[in-house]
């Protein structure tokens, strides 16, 4: 029998890992005062958000990350999730925002 809680745990704690690590983005461009992309530019995620925005974007994927690690007990497979969680989302952030700033120079 599969432990439902035990799953559930580990999935959340891999989402902490993706929403954790796409604060990290958001917070230092809009720290640095660049304009980035974020869920509520236009088109949403391609054009450029204000560094006000990404900061709130930021804080609000911290916030998400936090309450998700809220159970967190320090199982190593909890830290496995986080680990996989933060590095396939930094990977595909990579990709995404390398892809739309190619797109961006070349308009």
Known sequence: MVDVRGVAGTLACAAAGAFLTNAVPHS???VTGERFP???ADPPGVGLSSPTENIVWGAVNV???GALLRGFTGTA???GAVAVGATSTALFLARYFGDVATRSTSD
């Open 28 to 30: 230092v461009r809009g």
């Open 38 to 40: 974020t869920p509520f």
């Open 63 to 65: 916030v998400i990350g």
């Open 77 to 79: 497979r909890e830290y």
